[in-house]
């Protein structure tokens, strides 16, 4: 079981959506519902977001809690990000991203 955090662009395909979103998965932690929270973004942001995809896959912008069940019983990882989107950029920067 492997609780690393693996994160991904994926451009919205919604017209009234447009943008792009930073989803972070756990492809092998061997849980229910291996896809977890996203940060959606504008497209003049890109850069950023590339930003915040390395400093999750570098195990330094998502903290994991553990895995734990939902109100149906499907597990999934808990955690949270350590940076927050209205200071995202002074965030990434602080952690050195």
């Known amino acids: 079981m492997d609780l690393k955090p693996v994160a991904k662009i994926r451009f919205s395909n919604i017209p009234d959506m447009p943008g792009f979103s930073v989803m972070v998965t756990f492809p ?21 977001g590339r930003r915040l995809v390395k400093a999750i896959n570098d ?18 990882v808990g955690g949270h990000l350590v940076v927050i989107g209205r200071r995202l950029n002074a965030d990434l920067k602080r952690l050195g991203y």
């Open 28 to 48: 092998n932690a061997g849980v229910d519902r291996p896809e977890t929270i996203g940060i959606h973004l504008p497209n003049n942001k890109q850069s950023l």
């Open 59 to 76: 195990g330094v912008a998502y903290e994991v809690t553990g895995i734990v069940k939902d109100d149906a019983g499907k597990t999934y």
